[in-house]
């Protein structure tokens, strides 16, 4: 569905009806990143060094057509856990892409990445309603790190990464969101925020 320009590449599929049951997720976490910033507080998985910045590209086959770039920022970081902002503002992007901001926090466990706590302004209007009710619904899929995190908050990645390794997550605002991924070993990806083919460790995640 998008392009991270980032250690931190995302591919998603799923139906042209709404989401729902079903949902496919392949995710492709690179791991070159740590090498790279050798001083970075930061797991391989999900680097958060001190006051870094990047921008990912984003659209949606069906809601959102029109690439949209969010630049991510880590607002603050704090023993194990840290913070990322993101904003579209200023990045140039086309006059029908979708303007947002927001914050998301993460923690490093012993047992993996956790996803903690989230706001943002709302979803477009053009996207479908992820709550049981209407009104005051905290789930989305506007943005990178909504799709990174639906179904799959509490964890993100599970840790260590064996060989044959499996682990159930949930997600969404009430945790009525679940999911089951499955480790598929490593690949060499290409992502925009490196200028050589990085090594990836490869999730498929099946969400319901």
């Known amino acids: ?30 791991a070159g990143f740590a090498v790279a910033v050798p001083h970075a507080k930061a797991t391989p998985w999900l680097p958060h060094p001190a006051d870094a910045t990047w921008t990912y ?9 029109t690439p949209t770039k969010e630049k991510v920022t880590v607002k603050e970081q704090k023993d194990n856990a840290y913070l990322f902002e993101w904003n579209t503002k200023d990045l140039g992007n086309p006059d029908a892409a979708p303007a947002a901001q927001g914050l998301m926090a993460f923690q490093d466990t ?9 706001q943002s302004t709302p979803p ?22 909504y799709m990174l995190i639906w179904g799959t908050r509490a964890p993100v990645l599970a840790e260590p990464l064996l060989s044959g390794s499996t ?7 009430d945790g009525d969101v679940t999911s089951f991924s499955q ?12 200028p050589e083919p990085v090594v990836a460790a490869k999730i498929r995640t099946d969400i319901t």
């Open 57 to 65: 590209e984003w659209s949606d086959s069906v809601y959102n057509k």
């Open 183 to 194: 480790y598929q070993g490593r690949e060499t990806i290409t992502v925009p925020a490196f």
């Open 1 to 30: 569905m998008g392009q991270a320009a980032h250690a931190l590449s995302t591919s998603f599929g799923y139906p042209a009806a709404a989401m729902g049951r079903g949902i496919l997720c392949v995710v492709a976490l690179a």
């Open 167 to 173: 682990w159930a997550s949930r997600g969404g605002v």
């Open 110 to 118: 012993s047992s993996g990445i956790v996803n903690t706590d989230w």
């Open 124 to 145: 477009p209007p053009s996207f479908p309603i992820l709550c049981a009710q209407i009104s005051r619904c905290g789930n989305s899929m506007a943005g990178t790190l």
